[in-house]
């Protein structure tokens, strides 16, 4: 099977109804993704297809159509993009197990949404669980990543 992850193309031998996620972190060796409830509901295993955020622990691989983005290819350690710099300003992860999810969603919104109310904030994010409770900052970071992506003006 053939994938485009991050840009490169990859081959990998696995049953069609394996999970993205697993193809992607014990195939790949991409772990940045990461293994939540395994049902889709918790957020931490998202990633992008097409630029949508998609739940890669309830896609199976056989089912990937287009290009995926991990938390690795969003950006790159002298070039993050503009959520991962406004969650490291911004102090967002504690524990940070949930962050790669969050920064995915949020990346994937702030691509269709410019200027984003705190309802809408709280609505696109409400599908991924942050178990530290970090809400007010996640809120304040999707807010500076989008002004940062405007041009500096919200």
């Known amino acids: 099977m053939h994938l485009n992850i991050n ?8 049953e069609p109804e394996m999970p993205l996620l697993w193809a992607l972190r014990d195939e790949l060796g991409l772990t940045g993704t990461k293994y939540g409830c395994g049902m889709g509901l918790c957020g931490a295993c998202t990633v992008h297809i097409d630029g949508v955020a998609v739940r890669s622990c309830a896609t199976p ?12 290819g969003l950006g790159t350690p002298a070039a993050l993009h503009a959520v991962q710099k406004a969650w490291v300003e911004h102090q967002v992860a504690q524990c940070g197990y949930c962050q790669s999810g ?8 702030l691509a269709t949404t410019k200027t984003p109310s705190d309802a809408e904030i709280d609505a696109a994010m409400s599908g991924n669980l942050c178990r530290c409770g970090t809400y007010p900052r996640i809120r304040v970071a999707v807010k500076a990543a989008a002004k940062t992506l405007n041009g500096g003006a919200l």
């Open 7 to 14: 840009g490169q193309q990859h081959e990998v031998d696995v």
């Open 102 to 109: 969050q920064i995915m969603t949020a990346a994937a919104f």
């Open 61 to 72: 691989v056989g089912q990937v159509q287009g290009a995926v983005t991990t938390i690795e």
